[in-house]
């Protein structure tokens, strides 16, 4: 079996008790004989949470953006 890197929502820095993570769509893909396959593809954007919690509906264009935004809280 091969071994898959996949960066996507994986810590990009830690700010204060806040993480920075690059967020990720789904894609389903059907194939011919009927199955289906789901595939997570970077958004481009990246958010601020508090565990869980996403903090904040508009998304960040970069990594410096939502650090600026995570010192303020």
């Known amino acids: ?3 898959k890197k996949n960066w996507l929502g994986k810590v990009q820095k830690d700010v ?3 993480k ?3 967020m990720a769509s789904s894609r389903t893909v059907k194939r011919g004989d009927g199955k289906e396959s ?3 593809q970077p958004t481009g954007k990246y958010g ?3 565990g ?3 903090l904040v509906k508009g ?3 970069s990594v410096a953006e939502a ?3 995570a010192m303020t809280l």
């Open 16 to 18: 204060g008790g806040y």
């Open 20 to 22: 920075i993570r690059q």
């Open 59 to 61: 998304d960040f264009v």
């Open 52 to 54: 869980r919690k996403k």
């Open 38 to 40: 789901t595939y997570l």
């Open 67 to 69: 650090e600026a935004y």
């Open 48 to 50: 601020v949470y508090a």
């Open 1 to 3: 079996m091969a071994n």
